[in-house]
């Protein structure tokens, strides 16, 4: 099966943030998948602009939503700036039994290019 499209982004009624939903419905449109908006952020972390890293350890975000066991995600957000809210949605589908295997994003807050690793992390729970 192909795997399953997702963003992590806040439920539509609570952001005028659609750009992260529309690069995974673009996505999912090429790679002939499909995408889901069930899986929302529980949480505004407002941490678009800052960069030190025990900040935004101490204020991660949280999700919600039905995760489709056994099933394959791919992560599609707008902007990579550390990591950590791309980190906290693969903790969250891979503790409810799916397992992401691709992460992407439309830019890096310097316009470089990211590897983004899949690797087991020990600071991943």
Same mark, same amino acid.
């Given at each position: 099966?192909?795997?399953?499209?997702?963003?992590?982004?806040?439920?539509?009624?609570?952001?005028?943030?659609?750009?992260?939903?529309?690069?995974?419905?673009?996505?999912?449109?090429?790679?002939?998948?499909?995408?889901?908006?069930?899986?929302?952020?529980?949480?505004?972390?407002?941490?678009?602009?800052?960069?030190?890293?025990?900040?935004?350890?101490?204020?991660?975000?949280?999700?919600? $939503?039905?995760?489709?066991? %056994?099933?394959?995600? !791919?992560?599609?957000?707008?902007?990579?700036?550390?990591?950590?809210? *791309? @980190?906290?949605?693969?903790?969250?589908?891979?503790?409810? $039994?799916?397992?992401?295997? %691709?992460?992407?994003? !439309?830019?890096?807050?310097?316009?470089?290019?990211?590897?983004?690793? *899949? @690797?087991?992390?020990?600071?991943?729970?």
């Amino acid at each position: 099966p192909r795997p399953i499209v997702v963003a992590p982004a806040m439920p539509p009624d609570e952001t005028t943030n659609a750009l992260g939903r529309t690069f995974s419905a673009w996505l999912a449109r090429e790679l002939e998948c499909r995408t889901v908006c069930g899986i929302h952020q529980t949480n505004s972390v407002k941490r678009d602009f800052i960069t030190d890293p025990y900040y935004r350890i101490t204020h991660s975000p949280s999700f919600e $939503g039905d995760i489709e066991a %056994g099933s394959a995600y !791919i992560l599609a957000d707008d902007l990579y700036t550390m990591g950590g809210t *791309l @980190a906290c949605l693969r903790g969250f589908i891979e503790q409810r $039994g799916g397992s992401v295997i %691709g992460m992407t994003t !439309i830019g890096e807050k310097e316009g470089g290019h990211v590897r983004i690793s *899949l @690797a087991q992390s020990p600071f991943c729970a």
